[in-house]
């Protein structure tokens, strides 16, 4: 069965420093990888996402993550934290079968900005 | 770019009455929308499947019949909860993607949620 770990639940750094939240997936074959973020009382918003292809995928406000089949990992990075970005932020993996209408997501990563 | 609109964002219910959430595209039609559950500190978890014009495909474990769900239009998906009670107080997130986009890989847009809280 598809699954998704989010090993940190909370992760606070200061402003302007680096960021990498950690997911590990487990999938029989390559999944679809997400990355979206949550906004206290919000919905879901997705910042990039991996089908194939180059291993490293940009999106949008400055993040990019980094499939490492080897390690059954899609880290998301981002070099310089804005206090804006303190979110809770969540992997999900979806099966290329049926068009990746499931998305199974990790139990999320909170993250605090300190000015 | 594609939204998605939740109705009402919050509500508060007496236990044993019914709520009803809605879930539109605004701009765009699916023949597919997803509702999820999400529960304090948790993550998503899929309900249900809401197929336009057909019964709801529903996941392991969610009574179908305490979660009605209705999808009578291409841009409307409807969540019913019958009887609530406390414990279905949680956060409700529906998603949708554009039908017209034939791609398998065509992006899944969400809601902002519903908080549902039973007293």
């Known amino acids: 069965a598809q699954s998704v770990t989010q090993p940190d639940i909370h992760i606070t750094v200061s402003e302007g420093a680096s960021l990498e939240l950690r997911c590990n997936y487990s999938?029989?074959?390559?999944?679809?990888l997400f990355w979206y973020v949550q906004s206290p009382g919000q919905g879901l918003q997705l910042l990039l996402k991996y089908f194939s292809g180059d291993t490293l995928v940009q999106g949008i406000k400055g993040f990019e993550a980094e499939f490492k089949r080897s390690q059954s990992s899609f880290n998301l990075r981002k070099p310089s934290v804005h206090w804006s970005d303190a979110a809770e932020y969540f992997c999900?993996?979806?099966?290329?079968?049926?068009?990746?209408?499931?998305?199974?997501f990790g139990a999320g990563t909170r993250l605090a900005v300190h000015p | 770019g594609a939204v998605v609109s939740q109705h009402p964002s919050w509500v508060i219910c007496k236990s044993g009455t019914s709520v009803k959430i809605e879930c539109r595209s605004l701009d765009f039609q699916a023949t597919t929308m997803f509702w999820y559950r999400q529960f304090p500190k948790q993550s998503l978890m899929l309900m249900a499947t809401?197929?336009?014009?057909?019964?709801?495909?529903?996941e392991q474990g969610v009574e179908k019949d305490k979660f009605l769900i209705n999808h009578a239009s291409l841009t409307l998906s409807t969540l019913t909860v019958t009887s609530a009670h406390p414990e279905d107080s949680s956060f409700y997130i529906c998603?949708?993607?554009?039908?017209?986009?034939?791609?398998?890989?065509?992006?899944?847009?969400f809601g902002n949620g519903t908080r549902l809280t039973v007293t």
């Open positions: 998603s949708a993607r554009d039908s017209k986009v034939g791609s398998s890989t065509a992006p899944l847009h």
């Open positions: 809401s197929n336009e014009g057909s019964k709801a495909t529903y």
């Open positions: 999938y029989g074959a390559t999944p679809y």
């Open positions: 999900a993996v979806g099966a290329p079968s049926g068009g990746y209408n499931k998305l199974i």
